[in-house]
């Protein structure tokens, strides 16, 4: 049975009599039924003879380390108390009994048979407390524990239930929430600290009760700490908390690695955001923190929690900042800035995708193409001037593809260059943003000026290359942005000679021009300048070159020197082997003054004879020379006859070859070297060409040759030349060798109306 119900009314109203039957009723509910749960003594004062048979009865149960043990009771100011305990070393199923009371207001209570590690009880105000558990009482283990103390030591305000610590350079910083109960009695608290592995500690007491700082720590160092509140009245008892294990600060930035922006293909106006990075210190955080936000400051800012180094987004072309940290349950590390630049979408900048009219120096409109209301209601403008931040403007439209944009918070300035963008978001809820990530894309941009001027400066570095003797090749830098004042249309570059100047104009997109058709060695003075939509801007200062004179080169008169020497070396059996092959030489025998017509009855029967000869080789395509031996050649022949030579593209060349012989400027001796032809005719054999001596590399001698052939030792003077009957050793000896007709045979015979001719 539980007697929970003496502890919802003060006794004197439960029993308004004393009588001394209910006193002993009680004693025996207290010694007869030891098996029952909970039982309730009378509210009147204990007797000490109750105490002592409590006492008796259990008398076995000691005190042992082993057992029971940690009796404490405590309670929340103007609430329940509670004991607590912690149970012994050995054995299961342990049951407890639970007795306690307070002597100076005389009830008591009794618990049998409990098997949780805790009990309420009440304690009433300003008297003393006593408790005895007993554990295992009716078996030979029994052992049992104390406590004893005054209610006012009894009230305890429990640890913080949740604490923060930071880091801040060179300390701590502490931030703690109490329980409820606890909450409204604590004004201060108290925080020891150490570093791991000493027995000391340092104790400190804040100033306020949910916060404190500690300076002057090293920061290099971990720390462990505990708190608990300052004891008070209502917080007689304060404990410390567990153990927080505060780790050194993270005074390193992380390092970005790597940063990645790849346009998606299949989401126009979007580009993927990949960004790595490392931490030069290892095992002292727990992740990183990822806060990202538009450059030109529009919300919102999102941050991102990370465990890996690395992160993906899906983002527009506008610009942002990310700023990296990394941390642990105490300490944030400095942060690591890394800026997404704008991407200019040179795609769309010239298509008309977007246009923009200026009205005055603070409205300006823009317009984009009708077909995109049908698909976005939501839009976000941004508008900026180079090397400043951007302006924008989120806004609704559904019906015209334009907005005008007016009351601008700073007037746009003249002669300055801003560029404007818009972006599409698909939340029709709302045209703010609630998210950085994939919340939008960008339509195009353009470019505009508020007022164009001319350019206030000129192009720089001018330098001319390529010098000839009518040409250059005359280069420059840009100008820049800021002093053109406008839109860049082009260049003027002037030259002149003398007196007279002339200008050339040059498209935008160069910074070089080729000069021709210029005079040779003629000096030229140089100035360009460039222009806008408002005029031509300054010239610069002027600049001269010289063309080249016409004069002898000295590396061309090598040039030609080395070439005429390959010629001369190389060239020539070039030049005669391309002739043979693009132009053959082919001999006409009836142009020569060593060939006759045949008209001698004795040169008619020596074409006879070669007319048979002809018969054996019609199907032949060999070539062959007759040649006539004397019977008994002259000793000194072989040393009276020249050298001659063949032809050396016999067996390839299809023109025929003709026959040489020996002609006699002598009428007489002409007339007997006739008479003779057709008896040494008849003597002759078949010798081949290659076996011949006596061959010439053309297709016929001439008689120039032929003179070459007589004996130097031969004297020119007539007067001592051998007359008609009496020819010399030498020339009969010629007449024994000649050869009398060469030819290369077709393999078809001649026809009767061929006309033969022979070389004498």
């Known amino acids: 049975m539980s007697g929970t119900g003496g502890q919802n009314s003060d006794p004197k109203h439960r029993f308004p009599g004393r009588s001394s039957h209910i006193l002993l009723l009680g004693s025996m509910l207290l010694l007869y039924l030891p098996n029952s749960s909970c039982v309730q003594v009378s509210a009147g004062k204990c007797k000490s003879s109750t105490v002592m048979n409590i006492a008796a009865k259990y008398q076995h149960c000691g005190i042992h380390p082993d057992g029971v043990r940690n009796l404490d009771c405590f309670g929340k100011y103007g609430r329940t108390s509670k004991c607590t305990w912690e149970p012994g070393k050995h054995g299961s199923g342990k049951t407890y009994t639970l007795i306690y009371q307070q002597p100076d207001k005389p009830y008591c209570y009794v618990y049998y048979n409990l098997t949780q590690l805790h009990r309420e009880i009440k304690i009433f105000t300003n008297f003393n407390l006593t408790v005895e558990l007993y554990e295992n009482t009716e078996t030979a283990n029994c052992t049992k524990a104390f406590f004893k103390g005054s209610q006012k030591s009894l009230t305890r305000c429990d640890p913080p239930s949740k604490v923060l610590l930071h880091r801040p350079p060179g300390g701590l910083q502490v931030n703690v929430t109490w329980l409820p109960e606890d909450n409204k009695y604590i004004s201060k608290f108290s925080m020891r600290y150490k570093a791991p592995g000493s027995h000391s500690w340092n104790e400190v007491e804040s ?111 506008s610009a942002y900042l990310l700023n990296i940290r990394a941390w642990n349950n105490a300490s944030l590390s400095p942060a690591v800035t890394h800026i997404i630049p704008q991407h200019k979408d040179t795609n769309s900048s010239g298509d008309g995708r977007l246009n923009v009219t200026v009205h005055n120096s603070t409205a300006f409109t823009i317009y984009w193409r009708t077909d995109l209301i049908t698909m976005y209601v939501c839009y976000s403008v941004e508008w900026m001037k180079k090397g400043r931040s951007a302006w924008y403007k989120p806004f609704f439209e559904d019906s015209n593809p334009s907005k005008t944009l007016s009351s601008l918070s700073e007037h746009l300035e003249p002669y300055q260059r801003y560029s404007v963008t818009l972006h599409m978001r698909p939340n029709k809820n709302t045209c703010n943003m609630k998210h950085i990530n994939n919340s939008e894309s960008t339509y195009g941009s353009t470019e505009f000026y508020y007022i164009e001027g001319s350019p206030v400066s000129s192009p720089t570095n001018i330098s001319f290359h390529n010098v000839t003797v009518n040409s250059v090749v005359l280069q420059w830098s840009r100008i820049r942005e800021e002093d053109l004042r406008g839109f860049l249309l082009g260049y003027v570059v002037y030259y002149r000679e003398t007196s007279t100047e002339h200008n050339i104009t040059v498209d935008p997109d160069l910074t070089s021009f080729y000069m021709e058709s210029l005079k040779s060695g003629t000096a030229y003075q140089v100035q360009i300048s460039a222009f806008t939509s408002a005029g031509v801007g300054i010239r610069s200062a002027p600049t001269v070159f010289k063309t080249d004179n016409v004069n002898f080169s000295i590396s061309g008169a090598i040039t030609v020197i080395v070439f005429v020497a390959l010629l001369l070396m190389c060239g020539s059996p070039v030049i005669k082997r391309a002739k043979a092959v693009l132009w053959p030489s082919i001999p006409n025998p009836g142009h020569s003054n060593a060939v006759q017509k045949i008209e001698n009855p004795g040169q008619l029967e020596l074409l006879e004879a070669l007319a048979t000869l002809k018969v054996e080789e019609w199907d032949t395509k060999s070539l062959q020379i007759l040649e006539r031996e004397a019977a008994a050649p002259p000793p000194t022949l072989p040393s009276m006859l020249p050298l001659l030579r063949t032809c050396e593209d016999v067996g390839d060349s299809p023109e025929v070859l003709y026959p040489w012989s020996e002609r006699d400027t002598d009428s007489g001796t002409e007339d007997s070297l006739r008479d003779d032809t057709a008896d040494t005719l008849l003597d002759t054999q078949r010798t081949h060409l290659q076996s011949s001596p006596l061959t010439f590399s053309g297709g016929y001698t001439t008689m120039a040759m032929f003179q070459q052939l007589i004996p130097q030792g031969t004297a020119a003077d007539t007067s001592d030349a051998p007359s008609p009957e009496s020819p010399p050793e030498d020339l009969t000896a010629l007449k024994l060798m000649r050869l009398d007709y060469v030819r290369q045979f077709s393999t078809s015979p001649p026809s009767d109306s061929e006309h033969m001719s022979t070389i004498l």
């Open 207 to 317: 100033q306020y009760p949910i916060g404190a700082r500690l300076e002057k720590l090293n920061s290099s160092v971990a720390y462990v700490v505990q708190i608990r509140c300052v004891t008070s009245t209502e917080c007689s008892q304060c404990l410390w908390s567990k153990d927080y294990i505060v780790p050194s600060e993270l005074k390193t930035k992380p390092i970005v690695v790597s940063a990645k922006y790849v346009e998606i293909a299949e989401k126009r106006g979007s580009r993927l955001i990949s960004i790595t990075w490392k931490f030069p210190v290892k095992d002292v955080h727990d992740g990183y923190l990822v806060t990202i936000r538009k450059e030109s400051g529009e919300p919102p800012t999102e941050n991102m929690t990370t465990s890996e180094p690395e992160i993906k987004l899906i983002l527009s072309y």
